[in-house]
């Protein structure tokens, strides 16, 4: 293991302070304390404001609990990484950023629909649980300096797996996690009507027969 990528993350909530405006109810100390209260004793795992990119740490020498490190105190990250530690499952805790390699910006065509594939069900997820935050959401291609993306018909394949989701079931942490969101911030139980798509692009899918 790295030992420089094995050091113990702080939380800083010393930004936390009044809120004016609508944008400033999505806090992210606040998931960073839903998340705690909810999987800190039972998964020895915490949620961490990082200050580069998002990684997950399992515990080492230096560090006795798992550590979902997201970028740079964004809400919408925290949300995308526990998304992807809900998804992860024993085995894959245990390994640095659950032991998948990272294929970074400007991918070509056929590795932006490999990255696209592995990230259907945490963006599924993260919609999900921005849904229950009352917070906008839009996916998330990450290719800005490679084969211009598809980003329709990504957005159409999370679209359907989140249907799929509430139809059969979320994964037990993440509807754990959902429902603490939706608790914290008064927002009702997710249906389908929730997940709302361009209406063009639900009349083509009706044109269609999808």
Known sequence: MNIANASIHSNDFSEQGRRHTSAEI?????????????FNQS???RLIKGA???EYIPANEL???HQVI??????????HEIAHWCIAGKRRRMLNDYGYWYCPDGRTEAEQKKFEQVEIKPQAIEWAFSVAANK???????NLNGTEPDTKA?????????LNYLRDGFPPRAALFIDALAAFYATEALSPAKFSLPEE??????????
């Open 26 to 38: 999505h806090q992210y100390q606040d998931v960073i304390a839903l998340f705690d209260a909810a």
């Open 43 to 45: 998964e020895n795992t």
């Open 52 to 54: 580069g990119e998002p």
């Open 63 to 65: 560090c006795d609990f």
């Open 70 to 79: 997201f970028a740079h105190g964004y809400f919408a990250s925290a949300l």
């Open 136 to 142: 906008a959401f839009r996916v998330s291609t990450d």
């Open 154 to 162: 990504f957005t159409l394949n999370v679209h359907q797996q989140v």
């Open 201 to 210: 692009w639900r009349a083509a899918m009706t044109k269609a027969g999808v």
